[in-house]
């Protein structure tokens, strides 16, 4: 298994690093060689479905024999014999914390409380839907505006777009949603809790 935790934005949008809802930081590598024979079928295919990384933990139980109920992810050993599984996912979702303990300064000049420094991403085929607890949404058509340069939330013409994303992030925060290691920082120094802040 070959991937990653992240991308860099290297000048994409303007920007440096990984802390930003971009999808250049959040779209990496996933290379998978089953040596198993029954996986003959899939050596060399490309799967366009999405996948994300929660989704590795369960594949290599799963090849290993073992089970991993109780995770978020889903198992991507069909793709690996080259079939699709008949029910699988239409977006992907990725999730970014920017309180100040975490990436000094951007909370405070955005002026937001620390619970509230904090943004979930969808992506579609079509759309990118961008929720912040306590900022207007944001929006792309991936069709017209593939470099997502030009938020459309605001478009009434994007308008039922915009309520389906919306929708559809909060049945998936519903079903996914654990805030047990809310204010943890892990680091060098081992895990450290934040501090609340208004």
Known sequence: VLTS????LLGDHWLWAADTWHEQAFRVPLLIRDPRSISTAGRGTKVEA???SVDVTPTIIGVMGGRCDGVDGCSLEPFLKASCPKQWRAA????????DGILPG???DLGLAS???????????????VMFADMAP??????EDPGCLHNRACDAAHSQTLGAGAA?????????????????RIG???????PEQD
């Open 188 to 194: 060098s120094d081992g895990c450290q809790m934040l």
């Open 50 to 52: 999405f996948t994300e």
């Open 168 to 184: 559809a992030m909060l049945r998936w925060r519903m079903a996914s949603q654990d805030r047990g290691l809310t204010n943890v």
């Open 115 to 129: 619970g509230t420094a904090n943004l979930a991403t969808r992506r579609t085929s079509n759309s990118l839907f």
């Open 106 to 108: 951007l909370q405070a």
């Open 138 to 143: 944001l929006l792309f058509d991936l069709k």
């Open 5 to 8: 935790d992240h991308g860099d």
């Open 92 to 99: 992907a979702h990725w999730e970014l914390d920017f309180r």
